[in-house]
């Protein structure tokens, strides 16, 4: 909470649309608040609307890493480590539960992902149910609970692949990935159901559990 109190109203000014911008309001115990950003998640997913999220995105990524870490940005290192952290616990705790024909499979993903660059910053957790919309139009994001220095393609992983084609195209057109990065959001996307099932352990949710468990092989397959 407090990374969040000093680097999102800094990015507030950057970015084309409104996010939280939290303040402390008490230190012993720690208050955290912000204003409401106002909208409701994004249901109408047409091209206007990837016009606007390939916007956003793009300046987002555009950010000066060196000056967002001034405010509290975690750095590269702190990101990557995080990230090995993940890695290694779906290894232990996912992979076997795959499988067998598909394990050699998956461990290459995760290794694929492992390696991926660290050099933007990036939300970490975007889709629609935390863009916001008011009168169809694309109005705000918020949750960046997870903000970190990161691959720019796990921004885009939704929005390319998970998308009715006239969103995904046009989110593909204005913000306009390298094609090594467009591979790379494919390949977070297959990541996604993973942290379900790790999410189900940590909490002995047996129906989490099994959902991902699905979703993770259907998008290996």
């Known amino acids: 909470m407090r990374l969040e109190t000093e680097l999102l109203p800094w990015l507030a000014d950057r970015l084309p649309l409104r996010i ?12 955290v608040r912000h204003e409401r ?26 950010t000066n890493l060196n000056a967002a870490t001034g405010h509290g940005l975690p750095s590269a290192e702190a990101s990557l480590s995080s990230r090995a952290d993940t890695i290694r616990r779906f290894h232990d705790t996912v992979v076997p539960l795959l499988p067998e024909e598909l394990r050699s499979q998956a461990n290459a993903l995760l290794e694929e992902l492992e390696s991926a ?3 933007t910053v990036v939300h970490s957790d975007l889709g629609p149910e935390h863009i916001l919309c008011t009168r169809n139009t694309i109005s705000g994001v918020i949750d960046f609970g997870a903000v970190q220095t990161g691959d720019p393609a796990i921004d885009l992983s939704w929005a390319l692949c998970n998308t009715p084609p006239e969103f995904a195209a046009a989110v ?9 990065v467009r591979q790379r959001a494919r390949l977070w996307h297959q990541l996604g159901p993973w942290y379900e099932v790790v999410h189900g352990q940590d909490q002995c949710l047996p129906g989490y559990i099994a959902s991902g468990l699905r979703g993770v092989l259907n998008r290996l397959r």
């Open 20 to 31: 939280p911008e939290p303040f402390v309001a008490n230190d012993e115990p720690l208050v």
């Open 172 to 180: 593909a057109e204005h913000y306009d990935p390298p094609i090594e």
């Open 37 to 62: 950003v106002v909208g409701e998640p994004l249901t109408q997913l047409d091209e206007a609307a990837g016009r606007a999220l390939a916007n956003f995105l793009r300046q987002l990524h555009g």
């Open 117 to 119: 660059p660290a050099d």
